[in-house]
């Protein structure tokens, strides 16, 4: 079992920025990619980003494409997304996954942990 933390998340001005930190633990010896997920009420999860167990893969949603970016550190055990230039539409709550394939994805179902969520909250 893995256990994933969120953390950094708040309220931002509209060009703001934030870093969200993602802390895994208990079985971190295994190989795992990682992705970020958003939520904003009244819709469904949606794909941020994701990034590979090695770090040299990573995939971005258009919509956050040149903004955001992916980085792990694995000696830590963390994981990151930088946001910049953020917009009142990034507004949601944020959450971290892990998938044991080690690969990443795009796709939510394909994650086997999922932490609690941080909200991010970008007023205009």
């Known amino acids: 079992q893995v256990q994933l933390v969120e953390s950094g998340g708040g309220l931002v001005q509209e060009g703001g920025s934030l870093r969200l930190s993602c802390a895994a633990s208990?079985?971190?010896?295994?190989?795992?990619?990682m992705g970020w997920f958003r939520q904003a009420p009244g819709k469904e999860r949606e794909f941020v980003a994701t990034?590979?167990?090695?770090?040299?893969?990573?995939y971005y949603d258009d919509s956050v494409k040149g903004r955001f970016a992916i980085s792990r550190d694995n000696a830590k055990n963390m994981g990151y997304l930088q946001m910049n230039s953020l917009k009142p539409e990034d507004t949601a709550v944020y959450y971290c996954?892990?998938?044991?394939?080690?690969?990443?994805?795009?796709?939510?179902?394909?994650?086997?942990?999922w932490g609690q969520g941080t909200q991010v909250t970008v007023s205009s």
């Open positions: 990034i590979n167990w090695t770090g040299g893969s990573t």
């Open positions: 208990g079985r971190t010896s295994n190989i795992y990619g």
């Open positions: 996954a892990a998938d044991r394939l080690g690969r990443g994805s795009r796709l939510f179902n394909e994650y086997d942990y």
